[in-house]
């Protein structure tokens, strides 16, 4: 594998239901990132971790729950999500984010559609 | 506050024309990056080049260059005898440095490169 991977690629739940999303860097980067693509909206950044530890939170509802285990890894973990959650989840990788200067690299994304 | 903006929706050309996709950017900061990515409709998105504030050079890779104008505030892509494998969305962005890196997405111009 290279790059960044996401799994699943594609995502059916209902409101009620538990789901994770995952994410995988093969890059040997230090920061990893969520992003949500609805249509006609620009990418809404969720949410930044930066060697393991989280540095934003970009007023994220708490039904999304993230969790990076290690800089290779990133999860999405999802509960009780509204029909307006459909959306393509993508996920990006940077050598790190504390210079401002590095190109972020993405994943395939995870297409998301709730019941 | 950082803002892209990307006014040209979607733009349909027919193969082997030139076609320039217009980035307009505004930002207070001195030092800041500009990119464009590339999104095909499997939905990663994908690095194409990445400039800083301070290099205003214009470049060139095979069919693509892109301008880059300071004094108005301007990064606009060009794609030279195009061709439908470069039916995409393509993406605008700003990073600047904000406790972490800050990138700010423009909406996206979608091309459709008709054969």
């Known amino acids: 594998e290279t790059g960044v991977t996401q799994t699943p690629r594609h995502l059916v739940m209902g409101m009620t239901n538990k789901k994770s999303l995952k994410c995988e860097q093969h890059?040997?980067?230090?920061?990893m990132y969520w992003y949500k693509q609805s249509a006609k909206k620009p990418l809404e950044l969720m949410f930044v971790?930066?060697?393991?530890?989280?540095?934003e939170n970009n007023s994220v509802p708490s039904r999304f729950s993230p969790e990076c285990p290690n800089s290779s890894h990133l999860f999405l973990h999802l509960h009780t999500l509204q029909p307006e959650d459909s959306a393509l989840y993508l996920c990006?990788?940077?050598?790190?984010?504390?210079?401002?200067?590095?190109?972020?690299?993405f994943g395939p994304g995870t297409r998301l559609t709730v019941l | 506050a950082q803002k892209v903006t990307q006014a040209q929706t979607e733009i349909s050309v027919v193969e082997k024309e030139d076609v320039t996709l217009d980035c307009v950017y505004e930002?207070?900061?001195?030092?800041?990056?500009l990119f464009w990515y590339k999104q095909p409709p499997s939905g990663e998105l994908v690095f194409l080049i990445r400039?800083?504030?301070?290099?205003?050079q214009n470049e060139i890779s095979g069919r693509y260059s892109w301008n880059f104008q300071k004094s108005t505030s301007s990064f606009n892509f060009t794609i030279t005898a195009s061709q439908v494998v470069d039916s995409a969305v393509y993406f605008c962005?700003?990073?600047?440095?904000?406790?972490?890196?800050?990138?700010?997405f423009g909406t996206g111009t979608k091309l459709q490169v008709i054969p």
């Open positions: 930002t207070r900061d001195t030092t800041y990056y």
């Open positions: 990006a990788s940077s050598q790190e984010t504390t210079s401002g200067t590095d190109t972020q690299y």
């Open positions: 962005a700003l990073s600047v440095y904000g406790g972490y890196q800050k990138v700010t």
């Open positions: 400039r800083n504030s301070f290099d205003e």
């Open positions: 971790y930066n060697f393991k530890e989280q540095t």
């Open positions: 890059l040997g980067h230090n920061a």
